[in-house]
């Protein structure tokens, strides 16, 4: 799951940085910090996906992705949550949700997204 994550955030980090590229290392640190917490939210899915289980592992992903602002700057920050929470259903949720697929792929998913912004962060 590890890899996924890093692979998914060095693709978005590819065209964003001005002084330089995002590398693995750059992104280990976060990863290591953040990926449990992730994966266990993620893993709730596995019962089905409740709407609740949905949101909380955005609410999680959203306070993470927090830390990765500088490293990739000009970004959409609901692009960069997106990515990550896409990238765990993928992992993790199982046939049965596949309701859940189609919605973050939909356009609504980024405004779903910064809605948990707005929710988690009033003032900014």
């Not at 709407?51 to 909380?56: D, Y």
Request: cysteine-free; aromatic content about 6%; proline content about 6%.
């Amino acid at each position: 799951m590890q890899q996924q994550l890093l692979t998914a955030l060095l693709a978005l980090g590819t065209s964003t940085r001005t002084d330089g590229t995002v590398t693995a290392a750059d992104l280990s640190p976060w990863l290591a910090k953040h990926a449990p917490a992730l994966k266990a939210k993620a893993q709730q899915l596995r019962d089905g996906a409740t709407w609740g289980e949905v949101t909380s592992l955005i609410d999680t992903t959203v306070k993470a992705a927090q830390e990765l602002k500088p490293l990739l700057t000009g970004k959409p920050r609901a692009r960069i949550v997106l990515t990550i929470v896409q990238t765990l259903v993928r992992e993790y949720a199982p046939p049965s949700a596949a309701w859940l697929t189609m919605l973050l792929d939909s356009a609504f998913a980024e405004q779903l997204v910064e809605m948990g912004f707005r929710r988690l962060f009033p003032a900014g």
